[in-house]
C-alpha cells in the first residue's frame, strides 16, 4: 500500500477521531512532508479531511466516499476472502473484470467505480452511473457450473441485493424477472451477468457479475426518460453517511453466503415471494414480436413460465426473452 493509502485506511476505520501527523509519520516511517501531501492529494479526492492546530488530521463521520478499507470493515468471514479495488471513474467495471479475467486474474476480484462513463445493462441498454451518488461494482466468479445454470448468478444475484437494500432502509422489495430489484413500483437496481463459456465442456470459465445501485438521487436528478421508472433507495432528503459502504459489504456478504451452495438454491424462496409478475399481466418480447401473456410461475432453473392468450405454456429462458409488467 501507498502512503495514501496506508492513511486513507487509517482515517477511514477511525472516523471522527484525529491523528497527529507526527503520530501519522511515526506510524507509517515516513516524513511529516509525505503525510501532509497524502492528506492534501485525499482531499483533492474529495474526502471530507480536516486539520486542526494540536490536534491532528481527522475524516468526517459524514464522508460518504467508496473505499476499500470502508467496506471491508463490515465485511464477514466470507466477505473478507474477496479482494476489492475502486476507482474514481471507470468506462464499466464490468469490462475491467472481463479483462482482468481474460488475463487469469483468480476467483473473488471485486471492482468498484464511483462512477461509469459507458455502464450497461441487458439487451445492451445504457445504465446511468453517475459520480458519487450509487454503486457500480462487478466481481470476478469462476464457478462450476454449466451454462444453462448461469442464470442462478443473476437470481441470487437480485435476492442478495434485495436483502441488503432492505436491511439499511427497512423498505421492502420486489425483484422483476430475471434482473431487476424494484421498490415502490420503480427500478433501484440493474444485475448483468456476463460470461465466457468453455467449448470443450459448455461450463462457464468466468463470469463478470455486475450490479448497479441507485444509492441517493443526483444533485440534478434523473434524466427525463428516467424520472418515472428510476428511485434511490434513500429519499433525496437524506443523510446517509457511510451508507454506501456499508450497503456494498451487506451485498458482498449476502452473495458470497448463497454463492458457496449456489446448486442448492437456497436463494429461490426469497427470490419467488418477491416476484412482481407472478399471477399478472405480462409482454413478452421475443424475435421483435410483442406476445401478451400472464405469468404463472418459476422453475428451479429461474425459468419463467408463461401462459399465452391462445393457452398455450412456455418456460422462457433470459437470454431469449425481455418481460414488460
Avoid at 484525529?18 to 506510524?27: K, L, N, T
Amino acid at each position: 500500500m501507498t502512503v495514501k493509502e496506508h492513511i486513507l485506511a487509517l482515517l477511514d476505520s477511525n472516523k471522527g477521531e484525529y491523528f497527529s501527523g507526527e503520530e501519522i509519520a511515526v506510524q507509517l516511517s515516513v516524513t511529516r512532508s509525505a503525510v501532509w501531501k497524502a492528506i492534501k492529494s485525499l482531499q483533492t479526492d474529495g474526502y471530507s479531511i480536516q486539520a486542526v492546530t494540536n490536534k491532528g488530521y481527522s475524516m468526517s463521520p459524514q464522508t460518504d466516499i467508496l473505499s476499500a478499507s470502508a467496506i471491508s470493515k463490515y465485511l464477514d468471514t466470507q466477505g473478507q476472502k474477496l479482494r476489492l479495488e475502486v476507482f474514481k471513474t471507470l468506462s464499466s467495471t464490468n469490462e475491467a473484470v472481463k479483462s482482468l479475467a481474460s488475463n487469469g486474474e483468480a476467483e473473488g476480484k471485486v471492482i468498484l467505480s464511483e462512477e461509469q462513463t459507458a455502464g450497461r445493462g441487458r439487451m445492451g441498454r445504457k445504465f446511468f452511473s453517475p459520480p458519487g451518488t450509487g454503486i457500480y461494482m462487478s466481481i470476478l466468479l469462476r464457478p462450476k457450473l454449466s451454462a444453462a445454470d448461469s442464470a442462478l448468478l443473476t437470481t441470487c444475484a437480485a435476492v442478495a441485493v434485495a436483502l441488503s437494500i432492505e436491511s439499511v432502509s427497512g423498505k421492502e422489495t420486489q425483484i422483476k424477472w430475471v434482473n431487476d430489484v424494484f421498490m415502490e413500483g420503480k427500478k433501484v437496481c440493474g444485475i448483468l451477468t456476463e460470461a465466457s463459456v468453455s467449448l470443450e465442456n459448455g461450463w462457464l470459465d468466468y463470469a463478470a457479475l455486475g450490479i448497479g445501485i441507485n444509492v441517493a438521487l443526483p444533485s440534478d436528478g434523473f434524466p427525463n426518460d428516467l424520472t418515472e421508472i428510476a428511485t434511490t433507495v434513500i429519499s433525496e432528503n437524506s443523510s446517509y453517511g457511510d451508507l454506501r459502504n456499508r450497503l456494498v459489504a451487506e451485498v458482498l456478504n449476502n452473495f458470497m453466503g448463497y454463492y458457496e451452495q449456489l446448486t442448492d438454491r437456497l436463494f429461490l424462496s426469497e427470490y419467488r415471494k418477491r416476484l412482481i409478475s407472478l399471477g399478472k399481466p405480462v409482454t413478452v418480447i421475443k424475435n421483435n414480436e410483442q406476445l401478451k401473456a400472464t405469468a404463472i410461475d418459476i422453475d428451479n432453473d429461474c425459468h419463467l413460465k408463461v401462459r399465452y392468450e391462445n393457452g398455450d405454456e412456455e418456460y422462457l429462458s433470459n437470454g431469449e426473452v425481455s418481460v414488460k409488467i
